[in-house]
C-alpha cells in the first residue's frame, strides 16, 4: 500500500475488548487496510498491568506502555481507542485526547450515559469524531442505523432487550422453572454475570444505554436519574408460569416513545426500564439467552428489528472497528469530521413524561385470603380508579393460606395504579405487598 497515509491508533486499555481489537487488527489486516484504503498502525497500547497474560496475543511483540500519558501526549497518534470502563479516569483521558485533536472511540456507555453532552460538546468544539457505536448492543450495528440509517424518519419508539446477564437469567428462570437466585449464581459461574452483578441485574446497565438510544432517536437528553429503572431481582418463578399460562414472556426492557401525554397535550418522550410482559408470539420474545434485541418504530420505515450478540471479546471489538475504520478512512484521504454527525438536542428537544403519567397494561399477583368478597373489593378499588379487568386467574381455592389472585387490567394510567395498589395492600386480607409488572405490546 506504498503512497497511502498511515493512521496511528492508541488503546487505552488491554482487557477482554482491547485484546479483541488487536486480535481482529492481527488476522484481519490486509482486509481491513484495503476499506481503509491507508496502513495501520497500532502505535502504543497503554495498560495498567503489562504481564498478565492475554489469551492469543503475544505481549512481548505489542508496542505495551504502563502510562496512558505516552497515547494522549503522543503527536502522532490519531484515534485513541478507550477501553478501560468506568467514569474516572476514562473521562478525563478522553478530553485530553479530544483537546489534543484525537478522534476518540469509546465502548463506555456508563461515561456517555453520565457525561455524553460534554464530551460531545468538546469533540465538535474541536472538530473530531467520537465514535461509540460500541457502547449499546456490542456487536449489533444500532447506532450507526439510528444515526444514520433512519435520518428520514420520526422515530416513534423502540424497545429493546439490551443486557445479556438480566436476558440469559430470565431466559433460564423461564425454561427451566428455577429461581431467581439460583439461576444467578449458575449465570455467575458461566461468567455471564458478575461477580458483583447489581448494575446489569438492577437495571442500571440497561438505563445507561437507554439514555444514549434515547440522545440519538428523540435528539433530547434525559437525565439519567429521571429514567425510571427497575430490576429483575424481584420476578419470581410463579409469576413466569402465570405470565405463560396468560400468553406472554418476561422481558427486562429498556422502552422510549414519543408520547402526547406530556404536560397540557404537548409531545414527549417517556423512557423506562424495566421488567416487562409481552406476548409469547411477539420478536422480542423469541431473544433468548445473552442476545441482545431492539424492536424500533419509524413512521416512514415501520416496524424493524435489530437482533445479535450484545456482548462479548469479538462482536464489541467488531463494533470498536466499525468506528475506527470510518475515521481511518477519513483520516486517510483528508476528509473532516462534521459537527452534524454528534449526537445533539433538536430545535425543539421533547420534554420527559413523568413516570406517573404513563399508560400501559399491566399484570397483578394479589396474594390474599379466599374469603367472600375479597375479590369483589379488590375490584371495586380497580374500578374507582378507572382500572378494569380484562382477565383473573385464581389459584388454590379453598385453603387457610393466602391464595394467588393474577390480574391482566385493560390499559390504565400508572399514577391511578399506584393510588389503587396502596389501596389494596392495606386490606386486612391481603398477605403481602402485591406484586406488578407492567405489559407491552398489546393482547396475547
Known amino acids: 500500500m506504498s503512497g497511502v497515509n498511515e493512521v496511528r491508533i492508541g488503546l487505552l486499555g488491554l482487557g477482554t475488548v482491547g485484546a479483541g481489537v488487536v486480535k481482529i487488527l492481527q488476522t484481519r489486516r490486509q482486509m481491513l487496510e484495503e476499506r481503509a484504503g491507508a496502513r495501520l498502525s497500532l502505535a502504543a497500547i497503554a495498560d495498567a498491568d503489562l504481564t498478565r497474560p492475554r489469551e492469543g496475543l503475544d505481549l512481548g ?55 455524553g453532552a460534554e464530551l460531545y460538546d468538546e469533540a465538535r468544539r474541536r472538530g473530531v469524531s467520537l465514535g461509540f457505536e460500541a457502547a449499546v448492543a456490542g456487536g449489533i450495528p444500532l447506532i450507526r442505523a439510528v444515526k444514520e440509517g433512519l435520518v428520514a424518519n420520526r422515530i416513534l419508539s423502540l424497545a429493546g432487550i439490551v443486557n445479556g446477564t438480566c436476558n440469559y437469567i430470565l431466559s ?32 442500571m446497565d440497561s438505563a445507561h444505554k437507554l439514555q444514549i438510544l434515547v440522545a440519538l432517536a428523540f435528539r433530547t437528553f434525559v437525565d439519567l436519574k429521571h429514567i425510571h429503572t ?19 414472556r418476561i422481558k427486562l426492557l429498556a422502552i422510549a416513545k414519543a408520547t402526547d401525554h406530556a404536560g397540557a397535550g404537548g409531545v414527549g418522550v417517556e423512557a423506562r426500564v424495566h421488567p416487562t410482559m409481552i406476548p409469547a408470539g411477539s420478536p422480542l420474545a423469541a431473544v433468548a439467552g445473552v442476545f441482545n434485541a431492539v424492536f ?11 437482533y445479535g450478540r450484545g456482548a462479548g471479546q469479538l462482536p464489541t471489538a467488531s463494533a470498536v472497528w466499525s468506528d475506527m475504520l470510518e475515521i481511518a478512512r477519513r483520516i486517510g484521504h483528508g476528509i473532516p469530521s462534521l459537527a452534524l454527525e454528534l449526537p445533539s438536542v433538536g430545535r425543539e428537544p421533547l420534554p420527559l413524561t413523568p413516570m406517573e403519567a404513563i399508560r400501559c397494561c399491566y399484570y397483578l399477583r394479589v396474594m390474599m385470603q379466599d374469603r367472600p368478597g375479597a375479590l369483589s373489593r379488590v375490584a371495586g378499588i380497580l374500578g374507582e380508579n378507572d382500572i378494569s379487568i380484562a382477565n383473573v386467574i385464581q389459584k388454590g381455592r379453598g385453603t387457610r393460606e393466602a391464595v394467588p389472585v393474577v390480574m391482566l387490567t385493560h390499559e390504565a394510567r400508572e399514577r391511578d395504579m399506584r393510588t389503587a395498589l396502596a389501596k389494596i395492600d392495606r386490606m386486612r386480607d391481603v398477605s403481602t405487598p402485591t406484586t406488578m409488572i407492567r405489559v407491552e405490546g398489546g393482547p396475547a
Open 296 to 306: 424500533l418504530t419509524g413512521d416512514a420505515v415501520g416496524d424493524l428489528m435489530f
Open 172 to 203: 433460564k428462570m423461564t425454561d427451566e422453572g428455577l429461581d431467581f437466585s439460583l439461576v444467578l449464581k449458575e449465570a455467575q459461574a458461566h461468567g455471564y454475570a458478575e461477580a458483583d452483578p447489581t448494575l446489569d441485574i438492577e437495571g
Open 230 to 248: 427497575e430490576g429483575i431481582t424481584r420476578v419470581t418463578a410463579h409469576d413466569i408460569e402465570y405470565a405463560r399460562e396468560l400468553g406472554y
Open 61 to 115: 511483540a505489542l508496542p505495551m506502555v504502563g502510562d496512558a500519558a505516552r497515547v494522549l501526549e503522543d503527536a502522532t497518534i490519531q484515534i485513541v481507542v478507550e477501553l478501560i470502563g468506568g467514569l474516572e479516569p476514562a473521562r478525563t483521558f478522553i478530553l485530553r485526547a479530544l483537546a489534543a485533536g484525537k478522534h476518540v472511540v469509546t465502548a463506555n456507555k456508563a461515561l456517555l450515559a453520565h457525561h
